[in-house]
């Protein structure tokens, strides 16, 4: 495929694959500048702390998902250079799998809190207009199990975050995968890597002795680790 192109033609494709990256680290720079405690305390500054902690989660997912939009639909409308396609039975279990790991990111929203992620708490207690509005947790992590402990169960029994884990086979199951469909989804994988870093130290900041305990436990960062024998019910991490 690539030999059969001029050299135009692959200085054109090159320079898609270059705007194709910078266009994904811009948006992944972006959403983590917003998830940053430092956006969080000037939002604070500007609005004050009660509507920041009503509004700050509602209006950066609604952020997250127009520029993401943006970004697919940019990726999508680049000419289609495909890699490979799989058709028959194979694709079928390929779109499978894409479902259940849908499934997968719902279930684990469902261990998370599916009313915190989206910021429902504090945007009622603004709309009721109660004196102190609930902030939004600073990351997403395992429940708490009231004092110092915490609830770890389901898919965080296989990775501590699953969250990010759950995108990867709905990117890279696709029947059919582009060249610049390819470059998104590894620079998205690189993201979510570190995105997962990031956030396990921002947890450890918010949980503290108890999620050290969760670090040291042998469930994973990020992938599975295959072959391991797991807890197959939920158990209590406490700081010690």
Known sequence: ??????????????????????????????????????AKTAAVHLVGERHRNAWYRPVYLVLSLVTFGALALYV??????????????????????????VGYAVYAA????????LGWPGLAAWWHGMAVVPRKPEA???????????????????????????????????????????VFNSVATLYFVLGSMHEDRRLR?????A???YQHSDVPLYL??????????????DAS
Not at 110 to 117: L, N, Q, S, T
Not at 205 to 209: I, K, L, M
């Open 1 to 38: 495929m690539w030999g059969a192109v001029s050299s135009a033609g692959r200085r054109d494709r090159w320079k898609s694959i270059l705007k194709v990256v910078v266009a994904t680290g811009v948006f992944a720079l972006m959403h983590s500048a917003l998830a940053n405690q430092k």
């Open 76 to 101: 999508k409308g680049l000419p289609k250079q495909t890699l490979y396609r799989v058709r028959g039975t194979l694709a079928g279990v390929m779109q499978l799998t894409r479902l259940a790991s």
């Open 110 to 117: 469902h261990h998370v809190g599916i009313p915190a992620m």
């Open 140 to 182: 997403q992590g395992p429940a708490r199990a009231g004092g110092e402990g915490l609830r770890v169960a389901g898919p965080f029994l296989v990775s501590r975050h699953p969250l990010n884990l759950a995108p990867l086979p709905v990117l890279w199951l696709a029947p059919t995968m582009t060249v610049y469909s390819a």
């Open 205 to 209: 900041a918010s949980y503290g002795p």
């Open 211 to 213: 999620y050290r305990a």
């Open 224 to 237: 599975p680790i295959f072959g391991k024998t797991r807890p197959s019910s939920a158990k209590r991490l």
